[in-house]
């Protein structure tokens, strides 16, 4: 069936450093691919999303391309704040538009 | 601005207990979900109902229950609370229905149970 997975957490970053969240999926067609954040006390939340091949999801500072062909679909952003610590979920759409996630990172920003 | 409201927060329970975590959602949104989530594995959907009056089972329905009360509150139900049920939950809303997700899931803060 349908998978995602993500890198292992917790990933653990100086503030204004570059990020990487790795996001590989293993899906029969084309399905969409989401990126969902949950801060801290909250639910998760919508961060981005991409429906199709090459396209780009942002929000926030973060981006996220939809890879085909190498069925990836990595979270980065530039320079991470404080603000951005919290657990990151990747997920995709299935044929049956039910939502497959991956097991989610933790990203930890030190100042 | 409540969103999905979800209680208790935390609950302790010993085998054998019953108990019902409660979601309220104010978005007027049909479709409303229960998942849970466990360490390194991601979110699983247990149950789901498209509008007020039907629910389907998901990925892991057994030893769960749930009601559509009506279109605002989606509760879940644990007759009898097994060390396996130790987790935490969410609830969540869409506008879309389940069957064509686009992505926009709407999730309450989640309710820690811990079955002894």
């Known amino acids: 069936g349908d998978s995602v997975t993500q890198m292992e957490g917790p990933v653990t970053l100086s503030e204004e450093a570059f990020l990487t969240i790795n996001c590989t999926y293993t899906?029969?067609?084309?399905?969409?691919l989401f990126w969902y954040v949950q801060y801290p006390g909250e639910g998760l939340q919508l961060l981005l999303k991409a429906t199709k091949a090459d396209d780009k999801g942002s929000n926030k500072g973060f981006e996220a391309t939809y890879r085909k062909e190498t069925t990836s679909f990595h979270l980065e952003k530039g320079s991470v704040q404080v603000s951005d610590s919290a657990v990151y979920f990747c997920?995709?759409?299935?044929?049956?538009?039910?939502?497959?996630w991956g097991a989610g990172t933790k990203l930890i920003i030190k100042p | 601005n409540a969103g999905v409201t979800q209680t208790p927060k935390f609950q302790v329970l010993k085998t054998g207990q019953s108990m019902t975590l409660q979601c309220a959602q104010d978005?007027?949104?049909?479709?409303m979900y229960w998942y849970r989530q466990d360490p390194g594995m991601g979110l699983r959907l247990i149950y789901y109902s498209a509008s007020e009056g039907t629910t389907d089972k998901g990925e892991v329905p057994n030893g769960y229950n749930v009601s559509r009360l009506n279109k605002r509150e989606f509760s879940l139900r644990l007759e009898s609370a097994a060390p396996s049920q130790t987790s935490v939950y969410f609830c969540?809303?869409?506008?879309?229905?389940?069957?064509?997700?686009?992505?926009?899931?709407?999730f309450g803060e989640g309710s820690r149970l811990t079955v002894l």
């Open positions: 969540a809303s869409s506008a879309e229905p389940p069957t064509g997700i686009t992505g926009e899931l709407f």
């Open positions: 997920a995709l759409s299935d044929s049956n538009y039910q939502l497959i």
């Open positions: 978005m007027n949104h049909n479709s």
């Open positions: 899906a029969t067609g084309y399905p969409s």
